[in-house]
Nanobody, 120 residues
Framework: QVQLVESGGGLVQPGGSLRLSCAASGSIFAIGDKGWYRQAPGKQRELVARVTLSGSTNYADSVKGRFTISRDNAKNTVYLQMNSLKPEDTAVYYC??????????????WGQGTQVTVSS
C-alpha cells in the first residue's frame, strides 16, 4: 500500500513563505514524475509545479519565479517552496506521484491535501 503524506500547510500573511513536503511510503520500487496541484473553492484542480525523475521542472505561469519544486529521491520526498505568497494562492494543495510499487505496477497516487491560506 503506497501512501503520500503532505505537511507544511498553514496560515501565512501575504508576502510570506511556506514549504510543503510530501513523503511517499510503502513497498516502492521506483517513483517517476512528481507534482503539486491545488484546488481553490469553486475551482478545478490545477497543476502548480512538476518535477521529473531527471530533475526537469515546469510551473504554472501564476507561480513562476515564486515557487520552487524539488525532490529528494533518497527520501522519496518532494518539496514545494512557496515565496511571495498572495491571497490568490489560497487553496488545498495536493501532491501527486507516479509510483511503481510491489504488486501494483505503475500507478498514479495522490496525497490527502494540505490547506494553505494566505491572508492578513
Amino acid at each position: 500500500q503506497v501512501q503520500l503524506v503532505e505537511s507544511g500547510g498553514g496560515l501565512v500573511q501575504p508576502g510570506g513563505s511556506l514549504r510543503l513536503s510530501c513523503a511517499a511510503s510503502g513497498s516502492i520500487f521506483a517513483i517517476g514524475d512528481k507534482g503539486w496541484y491545488r484546488q481553490a473553492p469553486g475551482k478545478q484542480r490545477e497543476l502548480v509545479a512538476r518535477v521529473t525523475l531527471s530533475g526537469s521542472t515546469n510551473y504554472a505561469d501564476s507561480v513562476k519565479g515564486r515557487f520552487t519544486i524539488s525532490r529528494d529521491n533518497a527520501k522519496n520526498t518532494v518539496y514545494l517552496q512557496m515565496n511571495s505568497l498572495k491571497p490568490e494562492d489560497t487553496a488545498v494543495y495536493y501532491c501527486n506521484a507516479a509510483v511503481f510499487a510491489e504488486g501494483a505496477g505503475w500507478r498514479n497516487y495522490w496525497g490527502q491535501g494540505t490547506q494553505v491560506t494566505v491572508s492578513s
